[in-house]
């Protein structure tokens, strides 16, 4: 679907329009128009010779002017026309990039927007050399699809397949993983196939891409499972194949699926699962998928082979959330739910805390056993941009922790068995906010966006106290101050993720773990984590309170200190308030 660049000057444009007999082309700088031919099962293409790159287009139905809804390229915006590009023409410099597998990454979340001060990919790529130093090897990217305006998390991208014109678009994209693998760095796009945004949606005019089934809390649910599904599911399979094929990208990661509502026998999601791992057959490299799933469900990471709908791994908010709580002492909204450090435990050792148990926040039962899930099945973090910028003044833990808790939260996410993910700026202790904003050009969108907003947050925080999310300097105010990286304090922070982040690395038993080999408890305000190797084990022993407290190193074995470089002779171990000490055991160099 979308437009095809064959060379010299010819394009094939093709259009998904089923239950309209007449379906036109738009050539915009020309100002023709042409008949596209009926092909079949709704299907509307045909190949024209004077439609070089670069050349802007609408389709046209029944009289009205239509952007592509597989647009890989809107240079105007939401409204505008969309663009001819040539994706097989840039030339890769990745040959020689080595994928490492999900378990073996360290994560590194941006917002392209913010994490720079020009906002784009390029300027994005500047600061990359900074994320190889710090040892990170996965670059997750926040959400790129058009969205309206040039201020926006992503979330209300309306052209899936069209990279976000302020951020330089389709080729600025390629250059940008194109830089990242020739610094070894993986590269995990943000995807959201449970809605679209509100401006700019035009699919509904073309065919049945949406469901009045179902509704989801951002509008109506993508349609994968009811008349005429099977075009849809082809649409999105063609979106996640465009980013793996054309854009080289290692992983999607993808965006609240428990909003996905899908009674098919085979869903949507275990469909794009076993496409994409076959995908990867046939590139000889990973084609991964990672779920952002509310429903601690393990059916998420569950085989297909075993009925799951075989995702690689999914992220657990129940790590953050206990973490959160065990750090800070909040207990309001979802945090009600944790009881801090035994739970942080709990997470640690089995995955998830709410394992059908009673949810208060819910009012229900919520969750299901995990246990028996690798560790590696999950994606664990002490901040992302949901927990930062969902907040009423989307302020960092860096904000409110001290030295020392910050350190302790490192190395809970470093240390751990699981994958680690940090939000961009955490490593060296960013201070700007990160609150939701949007650039629309709808005022009545607007309104209703602030009127939610507030209504989110009116018991937790005055109106006055809010960001407007329409603001520009909403926008501005979360952009990061890299300088910051070299400050005192900030440094310090910077070296000790750097330090943490190679001894993961560089110790076997800190590597992967089977959940047999990674077990965890609490005793007290400390957290005890075993994780067992035949080269020697690593015991972890974090104090997560604000007096000191006592642990006992394992009988067996002589202990050595993995930070400090010391042998231990005593078992017995002081820890102070919010400190951790990681110890390993036999001969160690």
């Not at 500047?126 to 130093?133: F, N």
């Not at 791994?313 to 979802?334: C, I, K, M, P, R």
């Not at 961009?424 to 949007?438: I, L, T």
């Not at 939610?452 to 952009?479: H, K």
Request: proline share 5%; charged share 20%; hydrophobic share 40%.
């Amino acid at each position: 679907m979308g437009s095809r660049f064959h060379g010299s000057s010819s394009t094939e444009f093709c259009v998904w329009a089923p239950g309209h007999e007449r379906v036109a082309l738009h050539l915009v700088d020309r100002d023709t128009t042409l008949a596209l031919e009926d092909i079949g099962d709704g299907y509307f293409a045909s190949t024209f010779e004077e439609a070089p790159v670069g050349s802007t287009y609408r389709f046209v139905i029944d009289g009205e002017h239509f952007a592509d809804p597989a647009s890989r390229s809107q240079p105007e915006g939401v409204h505008g026309p969309s663009e001819v590009v040539d994706l097989a023409a840039f030339h890769w410099s990745d040959d020689d990039y080595h994928q490492r597998p999900l378990w073996d990454h360290v994560i590194y979340e941006l917002h392209v927007g913010t994490f720079s001060h020009a906002s784009t990919f390029d300027g994005a790529i500047e600061h990359l050399d900074s994320l190889a130093e710090l040892g990170v090897s996965a670059i997750e990217v926040m959400p790129v699809a058009q969205f309206p305006g040039t201020r926006n998390w992503g979330y209300d991208g309306v052209f899936p397949y069209a990279v976000q014109n302020s951020y330089g678009g389709p080729l600025a994209f390629q250059r940008f993983v194109d830089a990242c693998h020739r610094r070894g760095l993986a590269v995990v796009l943000d995807v959201v196939y449970n809605h679209l945004g509100p401006e700019g949606n035009i699919l509904g005019h073309f065919g049945p891409y949406f469901s009045d089934r179902y509704r989801t809390p951002w509008g109506d649910a993508i349609n994968f499972d009811g008349e005429d599904s099977n075009e849809v599911r082809e649409y999105y399979w063609g979106n996640a194949r465009q980013w793996f094929v054309d854009f080289h990208v290692d992983a999607l990661r993808l965006d609240a699926i428990h909003a996905i509502v899908d009674r098919s026998a085979i869903p949507f999601l275990a469909e794009l699962a076993r496409r994409s791992h076959e995908l990867g057959d046939e590139l000889d490299r990973r084609c991964d998928l990672i779920a952002e799933s509310a429903a601690n469900d393990p059916r998420v990471v569950t085989p297909l082979s075993s009925s799951g709908l075989g995702m690689d791994v999914q992220w657990n908010d129940d790590f953050h959330n206990a973490l959160h709580v065990a750090v800070t002492g909040e207990h309001s909204g979802y945090y009600v739910d944790y009881s801090g450090v035994d739970d942080l435990a709990r997470a640690l050792d089995e995955g998830f805390v709410l394992q059908g148990t009673q949810s208060v926040f819910r009012g229900r039962r919520h969750g299901a056993p995990s246990g028996h899930l690798a560790p590696e099945r999950f994606v664990v973090f002490a901040q992302n941009h949901d927990h930062i910028g969902n907040r009423p003044l989307g302020d960092r833990l860096s904000t409110t922790l001290s030295p020392e808790q910050a350190r302790l939260v490192a190395a809970l996410v470093v240390l751990g068995p699981n994958v680690p993910l940090l939000f961009m700026g955490e490593e060296y202790g960013e201070r700007a906010p990160f609150p939701y904003f949007v650039d629309h050009g709808d005022p009545a969108l607007i309104e209703a966006v602030r009127v939610g907003r507030a209504r989110e947050f009116e018991n937790l925080a005055t109106a006055s106290e809010l960001f407007d999310p329409a603001d520009a300097t909403t926008f501005t105010v979360a952009r990061l101050d890299h300088s910051l990286r070299d400050r005192p304090g900030h440094r310090e922070l910077f070296d000790h993720y750097q330090r943490l982040i190679a001894l993961r690395r560089s110790t076997p038993a800190l590597r992967r773990s089977a959940r047999s080999r990674a077990r965890a408890w609490s005793d007290g305000n400390v957290v005890c984590l075993v994780r067992s190797h035949d080269d020697g084990d690593v015991v972890g022993l974090f104090n997560v309170g604000p007096a000191s407290a006592n642990a006992t190193l394992p009988a067996s074995g002589c202990w050595r200190d993995l930070l400090a470089g010391t042998a231990v002779g005593e078992r017995l171990i002081t820890l102070d308030p919010w400190c951790f000490r990681v110890f390993q055991s036999g001969s160690v160099t």
